[in-house]
Nanobody, 117 residues
Framework: QVQLVESGGGLVQDGGSLSLSCTLS????????MGWYRQVPGKQRQLVAR???????IYANSVGGRFTISRDNAKNTVALQMNSLEPEDTAVYYC???????????WGQGTQVTVSS
C-alpha cells in the first residue's frame, strides 16, 4: 500500500520561505509522477508543481519563479522549496503521486502553510 507522508509547512511572514518534503513508502518513487497541490476552503484543489521520474517540472503560473520542486528517487522523496511567499499562498498543501503506467493516484494527509501579511 503506497503512502505519502508530508513534513514541513507552518507559519511564515510575507516574503519568507518554507520547504515541504514528502516521502513515498510502499513503492518505488521512480515509478510515479509526483508533485504538490494546494487547497483553500471552498475552492478546488489546484496544482502547484509536479515532476515526472525523468521529466522537467511544471509549475502553476502563480508560483513560477518562486517555488522549486525537486525529487530524489533514491530516497523516495519529493520536495517543494517555497520562496517569496505571499498571503495568497496560504493553503493546505497536499503531496501527490500517480503511477506512470497504472495511473492510480495517491495523496498525503496535507500540511498547512500560512503566510501572514
Amino acid at each position: 500500500q503506497v503512502q505519502l507522508v508530508e513534513s514541513g509547512g507552518g507559519l511564515v511572514q510575507d516574503g519568507g520561505s518554507l520547504s515541504l518534503s514528502c516521502t513515498l513508502s510502499g513503492g518505488l518513487s521512480r515509478a510515479y509522477s509526483m508533485g504538490w497541490y494546494r487547497q483553500v476552503p471552498g475552492k478546488q484543489r489546484q496544482l502547484v508543481a509536479r515532476i515526472g521520474p525523468t521529466t522537467n517540472p511544471i509549475y502553476a503560473n502563480s508560483v513560477g519563479g518562486r517555488f522549486t520542486i525537486s525529487r530524489d528517487n533514491a530516497k523516495n522523496t519529493v520536495a517543494l522549496q517555497m520562496n517569496s511567499l505571499e498571503p495568497e499562498d496560504t493553503a493546505v498543501y497536499y503531496c501527490y503521486a500517480e503511477h506512470i503506467v497504472a495511473a492510480r493516484e495517491y495523496w498525503g494527509q496535507g500540511t498547512q502553510v500560512t503566510v501572514s501579511s
